[in-house]
């Protein structure tokens, strides 16, 4: 059994880096959904037939090229080491604590939204970085990528429908795969579409507003420098600013990713690490638990990229609120 034993270790490694490719994916497509028509066009044009024209399949990109020599400077970027204290229920992201090396989630998506707007650069650099923003903007609304302790879960062992694996890809890939099995026939449009119609008429309508004002989630204390905002059109604004100097500068701070990453940590101080040791966390009460919340951070990060896309390209969030 030596051959098994092999290729589940890789399985492992493969499913430890991300959402996983099945939370990506419809993060993409649910962010498809919203899209107004000058960003639908860009998205459509740059990623082409190699991707069905589509957010939901280039959404897993990102985790697919890190593996590789040539793109391994991008792995600090797939997340935040927030050194909180969820243990003692004390959860916080900063910036300046939490992302000194420049290098994270959150220096990440300001880079590729202002790359993204830069016209002079090459179509494959503009399409690098709209896949970047699909994958990082993911990323970011799930609670162990927010997450310092035991490297983000990663070193705390766990079990998931009867297999050893890790809490860290438990929550990017154990507990979806389990549930979109269970309830979407295993299709990821399918739960995409799930998801839309909560949107649009059902569980999150009243919400789905409270998502995209980033102010209300974070502190309105403005910066000496004033370089944060508190709207996406106010962190939009600075990156379009950023973009068109032509020396390289200092990548401006945003408002909304950082209020994005203070509400998915938040789970970190409530769920995540309440389980108990030994405890499946496939079945039973902690996976019917983490399911509504999975749900809910995978719809509101479809939404919230769709917004941050039309702000970019059509200057309105241009969403049902
Ligand atoms: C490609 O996109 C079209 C239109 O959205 C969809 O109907 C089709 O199923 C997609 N194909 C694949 C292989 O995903
Ligand atoms: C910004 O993007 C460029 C091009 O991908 C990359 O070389 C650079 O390291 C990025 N910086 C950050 C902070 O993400
Ligand atoms: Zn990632």
């Not at 991300?18 to 066009?41: C, D, I, N, R």
């Not at 604590?97 to 994270?104: I, K, L, N, V, W």
């Not at 993911?138 to 310092?148: F, R, S, T, Y």
């Not at 389980?275 to 509101?300: H, M, R, V, W």
Request: glycine share 6%; proline share 3%; with cysteine.
């Amino acid at each position: 059994m030596l051959t098994t034993a092999i290729f589940c270790t890789c399985a492992l490694i493969g499913q430890a880096v991300a959402w996983g490719e099945l939370g990506h994916e419809t993060v993409g497509y649910v962010a498809m959904q919203f899209l107004a028509p000058k960003a639908l066009s860009f998205v459509q044009s740059s990623l082409g037939s190699t991707y069905n024209e589509s957010l939901g399949p280039a959404a897993p990109w990102a985790d697919t090229v890190r593996e590789e020599t040539a793109y391994a400077w991008s792995a600090p970027l797939h997340f935040i080491d927030a050194e909180d204290d969820p243990m003692d229920d004390s959860c916080s992201v900063s910036q300046k604590r939490d992302c000194a090396s420049g290098f994270c989630t959150l220096t990440a998506i300001s880079n590729y939204t202002k790359r993204i707007q830069e016209t002079s650069l090459s179509a494959t650099q503009r399409q690098e970085a709209l896949k970047f923003l699909d994958h990082f903007i993911g990323d970011i609304g799930q609670p162990l990528h927010v997450e310092a302790l035991e490297t983000g879960g990663n070193d705390i062992t766990a079990t998931c429908a009867g297999k050893k694996t890790n809490l860290h890809a438990t929550w990017d890939t154990g507990m979806i795969t389990q549930n979109i099995d269970a309830l979407y026939g295993g299709s990821v449009t399918t739960w995409a579409n799930t998801l839309v119609t909560r949107i649009k008429t059902g569980a999150y309508k009243s919400e789905a507003a409270s998502w995209i004002s980033c102010s209300s989630i974070t502190s309105t204390k403005s910066s000496k420098r004033g370089l944060i905002g508190t709207t996406i059109e106010d962190d939009i604004a600075l990156t379009r600013k950023n973009a068109r100097r032509s020396t390289q500068v200092t990548l401006p701070e945003l408002a909304c990713p950082l209020a994005w990453a203070q509400d998915s940590n938040s789970f970190d101080c409530s769920i995540v690490f309440s389980y108990t040791t030994g405890e499946d966390l496939c079945t039973g009460s902690y996976f019917n638990a983490a399911i509504p919340i999975i749900d809910t951070q995978i719809a509101k990060q479809g939404y919230r990229l769709a917004a941050w896309l039309n702000v970019i390209f059509d200057g309105a969030t241009n969403l049902p609120s």
